[in-house]
């Protein structure tokens, strides 16, 4: 099993820099595929940005292509999401999420894919 904790999330102005952690529990933490989706009130979760273990390929949302950058360090067994040039749309409750099936390609988007979800860190930007 696999425990994910996020940190980093909060307040920040339209234009602004975040950068969210998600700390894993586990030895195995390098063989998941992980994810960060999100989800703002009266909305459906949604993806993100994903990364592979298998390959190392990454995805994201056409929404934050070239702002937002996932990445892993498994040394640390911690997976990081900078976010960049926010928007007022960005504001949600952002979740960290682990696959233990997924591979690579476009199933990393796909959230009834993941395994294991952690308890999600509030992203607020204000305009």
């Known amino acids: 099993q696999v425990q994910l904790v996020e940190s980093g999330g909060g307040l920040v102005q339209a234009g602004g820099s975040l950068r969210l952690s998600c700390a894993a529990s586990?030895?195995?933490?390098?063989?998941?595929?992980m994810g960060w989706f999100r989800q703002a009130p009266g909305k459906e979760r949604e993806f993100v940005a994903a990364?592979?273990?298998?390959?190392?390929?990454?995805y994201y949302a056409d929404s934050v292509k070239g702002r937002f950058t996932i990445s892993r360090d498994d040394a640390k067994n911690t997976l990081y999401l900078q976010m960049n040039s926010l928007r007022p749309e960005d504001t949600a409750i952002y979740y960290c999420?682990?696959?233990?099936?997924?591979?690579?390609?476009?199933?990393?988007?796909?959230?009834?894919?993941?395994?294991?979800w952690g308890q999600g860190t509030q992203v607020t930007v204000s305009s």
């Open positions: 999420a682990a696959s233990s099936t997924v591979l690579a390609g476009r199933p990393l988007g796909w959230k009834q894919k993941y395994d294991y």
């Open positions: 586990g030895r195995t933490f390098s063989t998941y595929a």
């Open positions: 990364i592979s273990w298998s390959d190392g390929s990454i």
